[in-house]
């Protein structure tokens, strides 16, 4: 194993004392596990909380900031946070206007939020929740119930924060955040396995010159594992499989996202043969992001999500944000 780490027990905390030097626009509190931006609470305004197990960087620290996540919880790696962070994370944020709770479709992820949104709610903070279940590769998965929260929560958390951020009221920010997640579906390609610090070896055996698509984001078993195929032939499988979901009737965003291990080079390329696929499927698309978005640590390959935008979610996606990882318009 070669990472670059001191040893795998402070992982998580040196990452975000790392994180504490590089953005002083957020506040950081290494200890109890909470991002939180620095200008918070913001008087009138509806909070944004999210959060899950570490190594999906950016996700979500790297999405607190103006326009978008008000705080994240960092768990442990692929381990969901405690509600106790998930409570701080909402003591520091509210402002009165109440505080959204964007939680990834993992029974941890799940049940501790639930039980931070009843906790929050004893202390006099109004709570909302939206689920992110957008991935159509889980048909009977043993890892979670029901689809996996993946690529669009980036999309929720963009769009949800850019209407908080415009001064709507909770239960708008609510209902636009779960009409995102509705009109968005993503596939995600592992072309090795993922290792984490602490097992310090692959997590699961993907033998060289084999794929498998349909992948989670912890490394949970996808559709079906083939020999390595080209890009143009991953982008058709990966493509199609979003559509024979979503079936948008409008113009869409598109993520190609890499799994953390995959270079820029190799996105872009592949990004040029998901914009092929599409194009030959008649689906306009209204705006693309590729880069390492919603990772899996050392990872390689990659995910495609699609969100069918109107005209409403298309002026909120390119609304300001400022955020470590996401930013434009400011």
Not at 167 to 183: I, T
Not at 222 to 242: K, L, Q, W, Y
Request: aromatic residues 4%; hydrophobic residues 45%.
């Amino acid at each position: 194993m070669r990472m670059l780490i001191n040893v795998p027990e402070t992982v998580v905390a040196d990452g975000l004392r790392g994180m504490a030097a590089a953005h002083p626009e957020l506040t950081v509190d290494v200890e109890n596990r909470v991002v939180v931006r620095r200008d918070a609470p913001v008087a009138g305004k509806v909070a944004l909380v999210s959060g899950g197990g570490s190594g999906h960087e950016p996700l979500h620290a790297g999405f607190v900031g103006p326009g978008m996540l008000s705080a994240a919880c960092p768990g442990e790696v692929f381990t969901s946070p405690v509600p106790d962070q998930m409570v701080r994370a909402a003591a520091a944020v509210d402002s009165g206007a109440g505080v959204l709770f964007v939680v990834k479709n993992y029974t941890g992820d799940v049940l501790n939020f639930e039980m931070a949104a009843e906790l929050a709610d004893e202390e006099g903070v109004r709570v909302a929740q939206v689920l992110v279940n957008d991935d159509v590769a889980v048909t009977d998965s043993l890892f979670t119930a029901g689809r996996r929260g993946t690529g669009a929560t980036l999309f929720v958390e963009k769009i949800a924060g850019a209407a908080a951020e415009e001064g709507a009221p909770l239960d708008r920010v609510a209902a636009l955040a779960r009409q995102v997640n509705e009109a968005s579906r993503s596939f995600g390609v592992a072309l090795t396995s993922v290792t984490t610090p602490a097992k310090g070896s692959p997590t699961f055996d993907l033998p060289p010159g084999e794929l498998e698509l349909g992948v989670g984001i912890h490394g949970e078993p996808g559709r079906e594992r083939r020999p390595m195929m080209t890009s143009r032939e991953i982008a058709d499988f990966a493509v199609d499989a979003v559509l024979e979901d979503l079936r948008p009737q409008g113009p869409v965003i598109a993520l190609v996202n890499g799994m953390g291990a995959t270079p820029l080079l190799e996105l872009y390329g592949f990004n040029a043969e998901v914009q092929r696929v599409l194009s030959e499927r008649g689906v306009v698309v209204a705006r693309t992001l590729v880069g390492n978005y919603v990772t899996s640590l050392d990872m390689a390959g990659c995910s495609v999500t699609l969100c069918q935008v109107d005209e409403e979610l298309a002026r909120l996606w390119d609304a300001p944000v400022q955020t470590p990882a996401l930013r434009w318009g400011r």
